[in-house]
Every structure is written in structure tokens, then in C-alpha cells.
Nanobody, 122 residues
Framework: QVQLVESGGGLKQPGGSLRLSCAISNATFTFYNVAWFRQAPGGGRDFVALSASNAPNRYYADSVKGRFTISRDIDGKLVHLQMNNLKAEDTAIYYC???????????????WGQGTQVTVSS
């Protein structure tokens, strides 16, 4: 079955950068819409970024626009989230998700990773 595994989380000071990666097994990302969501303590799972499967379109939450970039490797096996100018409010568990529907909410996504912790603190 399709599995997603995130990596790259960690502790960074405000203003720093991190690059998260999401690896897929038993499939490729080529025909999937891939999104990143995040969940802060006590909060819901919030949309961060989306890479649509059938177009070069990228979508971002207003809170990360201009700081985060979602990208795909050409072999279809990895999706990345480059996070620059990190802020304390970016602290959360970050999840990648894949599905056949491009959506800005978590419900339509069939496949999920286990999450990776990002902590931004001085």
C-alpha cells in the first residue's frame, strides 16, 4: 500500500530555515495532489501548501506565503517544503498528504505521513 514518510523537522531559531521532505513508497507522486498540513498543540490540522498533480500550480496559506515553497522531485518520489524566515508560530507537527482531489482541507486526502515536529524557538 502507499506509504508517506516525512523527515527534516527539528529545532530552529526564529529567522532560520528548514527543509522538510516527504517520501512515497509503493507509488509515485506523479498523479497525486500533494499537500502539507500542520497541527499546533491544541489546534486542528491546518493547510500550509499544495502542489496540484495536473498543473504547475502551487497554493499557500496566507501565513506562509513568501516564506515557504513546495516542490516535487522530478522522479516523483519526493516532495519538499522549504521553510525560510521561520517564526515561533510555525511551531507544529507537519504532515504531508496525497490524494486524487486537490483541496485546502484535510478531509479529501487519502494518504498521510506520520508527521515531523518543527519547533521554532530562541
Amino acid at each position: 500500500q502507499v506509504q508517506l514518510v516525512e523527515s527534516g523537522g527539528g529545532l530552529k531559531q526564529p529567522g532560520g530555515s528548514l527543509r522538510l521532505s516527504c517520501a512515497i513508497s509503493n507509488a509515485t507522486f506523479t498523479f497525486y495532489n500533494v499537500a502539507w498540513f500542520r497541527q499546533a498543540p491544541g489546534g486542528g490540522r491546518d493547510f500550509v501548501a499544495l502542489s496540484a498533480s495536473n498543473a504547475p500550480n502551487r497554493y499557500y496559506a496566507d501565513s506562509v506565503k513568501g516564506r515557504f515553497t513546495i516542490s516535487r522531485d522530478i522522479d516523483g518520489k519526493l516532495v519538499h517544503l522549504q521553510m525560510n524566515n521561520l517564526k515561533a508560530e510555525d511551531t507544529a507537527i507537519y504532515y504531508c498528504a496525497a490524494g486524487t482531489t486537490a483541496a485546502l482541507m484535510p478531509g479529501p486526502y487519502k494518504y498521510w505521513g506520520q508527521g515531523t515536529q518543527v519547533t521554532v524557538s530562541s
